[in-house]
């Protein structure tokens, strides 16, 4: 219980491994676009105060273990983080001011794991998708 977080009367530990994909597999996320994207995805997050354990962004998708208090549904955090990130990526980086009516980033849907017994070997294979 040495990893476990407090909120008022609660002790918990609630970790995901999430996988999001691009609409249509564009390669998009790298450079300093991959860059501005993580930071968006940081700022969505402290916002919420969820944990970014680890986290990797390759061409055309992205791997984050993350932290999720437990007053939070996955599927809510999930369609928080894409919402939000597609609507900011769409005016900072792609330069759509404001029409957002059929202007997707993500593709729909996502990959989503808890990280029990396990989460060392789930953070090690986070970070190999590095090389």
Same mark, same amino acid.
């Given at each position: 219980?040495?990893?476990?977080? =407090?909120?008022?009367?609660?002790?918990w $530990? !609630?970790?995901?491994?999430i996988?999001?994909i691009?609409?249509?597999?564009? &390669?998009?996320?790298?450079?300093? $676009?991959?860059?501005? %994207?993580?930071?968006?995805?940081? $700022?969505?997050?402290r916002?919420?105060? %969820?944990?970014?354990?680890?986290?990797?962004?390759? @061409?055309?998708?992205?791997h984050?273990?993350l932290? %999720?208090?437990p007053?939070?549904?996955?599927?809510?955090?999930?369609?928080?983080? &894409?919402?939000?990130?597609?609507?900011?990526? =769409?005016?900072?980086?792609?330069?759509?001011?404001?029409?957002?009516?059929?202007?997707?980033?993500?593709? @729909?849907?996502? !990959?989503?794991?808890?990280i029990?017994?396990? $989460?060392?070997?789930?953070?090690?294979?986070?970070?190999?998708?590095? =090389?």
């Amino acid at each position: 219980m040495k990893d476990w977080q =407090n909120v008022a009367q609660v002790k918990w $530990e !609630c970790k995901y491994h999430i996988v999001f994909i691009t609409k249509y597999r564009k &390669k998009m996320l790298y450079g300093k $676009e991959g860059k501005r %994207i993580g930071e968006i995805l940081q $700022e969505l997050c402290r916002y919420k105060r %969820i944990g970014i354990l680890e986290g990797h962004v390759m @061409p055309d998708y992205m791997h984050m273990c993350l932290s %999720i208090p437990p007053k939070f549904s996955i599927s809510m955090t999930i369609g928080y983080i &894409k919402g939000k990130s597609a609507i900011k990526i =769409n005016r900072e980086i792609l330069g759509h001011k404001r029409q957002f009516t059929g202007l997707h980033f993500w593709a @729909p849907g996502h !990959c989503v794991s808890t990280i029990g017994l396990d $989460e060392a070997a789930i953070r090690e294979y986070v970070k190999a998708k590095k =090389n």
